[in-house]
């Protein structure tokens, strides 16, 4: 029999690259999204497949039917979504997981939490490793996030503790790709759309500060090992291309690759941006053998040639 597999966040950027691949895969999917973020236009393909369900709904509320497996991605992830309503973020995370936990417990189902590498905050380890706590602001403009996210993994690891509960963490980093929102703010976008409308490209702070990037087919390859992997597997598992570059070179790169006439602009820095983020990848590889395979200047041709059409 299909597996029936609830995707919350499923119009989302990354939700909708998975309902894909999950439908692919011969899965009955349920899409479920308040649209808050995502995009009608990210599924409206998909709508043809008698495998697939579009449910709008806001996971902050309960629901319940049955399902196989979770993958709980809904939440707004880029700093000027989440920062729009802080208070509606932080419950779409602490909620969001609970909703998914519980669902998740009445039918002895998989369940998968979609966590950030913004749990490390501005760290001061480098690169990130799983064993690392992190560096976090409690309280400050991207704590709505930050702490949202780190309070889902709690949640999900005492469900796992004191229920037995089957869950799945991983922590994304950058990740960029066709069907990201051209007005989400965050770096590669706001690079792109800039450097194609020929407008000055915004860096902030002094332009050294670093990023790593992965390319969006390599991280949902990544969710579905993850997800079928052992049991005793839970994670918190690291998934993002550790090669790193600063804000410089990324406007660089995408002026290049565009042919853009656009001159580099400096602006100030927003509150708590990291200083460097790159993730340590080698548990995923010896869990499941995952690393990237697509490097940035491929994937940001792709990206660039999908912003192409949409602008």
């Known amino acids: 029999m299909k597996k029936t597999v609830l995707v919350t966040g499923g119009a989302g950027f990354l939700g909708s690259h998975l309902c894909e691949r999950l439908l692919a895969k011969g899965c009955h999917v349920i899409c479920m999204d308040n649209f808050y973020t995502g995009s009608w236009e990210n599924v409206r393909p998909l709508t043809e497949n008698p495998d697939f369900e579009l449910l709008r709904h806001d996971v902050t509320v309960p629901y319940s039917f049955y399902v196989d497996e979770i993958f709980n991605l809904a939440c707004p992830a880029s700093p000027p979504?989440?920062?729009?309503?802080?208070?509606?973020?932080?419950?779409?995370?602490?909620?969001?997981a609970l909703n998914a936990l519980e669902l998740a417990d009445k039918w002895h189902a998989k369940v998968f939490q979609a966590s950030t590498s913004e749990v490390y905050g501005d760290a001061l380890v480098h690169p990130q490793v799983e064993s690392y706590w992190g560096n976090v602001n409690p309280d400050g403009i991207r704590s709505c996030y930050d702490e949202g996210k780190r309070g889902a993994e709690t949640l999900f690891f005492d469900y796992h503790r004191q229920h037995g509960t089957r869950i799945k963490i991983i922590r994304i980093f950058n990740t960029y790709g066709p069907r990201m929102n051209p007005n989400d703010g965050r770096v590669v976008s706001n690079f792109i759309i800039q450097a194609l409308k020929g407008e000055d490209i915004t860096v902030y702070g002094d332009g050294t500060q670093t990023r790593s990037?992965?390319?969006?087919?390599?991280?949902?390859?990544?969710?579905?090992l993850l997800m079928d992997s052992d049991e005793e597997i839970t994670g918190p598992v690291n998934m993002g291309n550790p090669g790193e570059f600063t804000m410089l070179e990324l406007a660089q790169k995408v002026i290049a690759l565009t042919g853009s006439r656009s001159k580099i602009v400096h602006r100030p820095l927003p509150g708590d941006d990291p200083k460097q983020r790159r993730p340590d990848i080698s548990l995923a590889g010896r869990l499941f053998g995952w690393k990237p395979e697509i490097m940035l200047d491929e994937g940001l041709e792709k990206t660039i040639a999908y912003f192409k059409g949409v602008i």
């Open 81 to 96: 979504h989440y920062q729009r309503d802080p208070i509606a973020t932080f419950k779409t995370s602490i909620f969001g």
């Open 213 to 224: 990037f992965c390319y969006v087919d390599d991280l949902i390859r990544g969710f579905q």
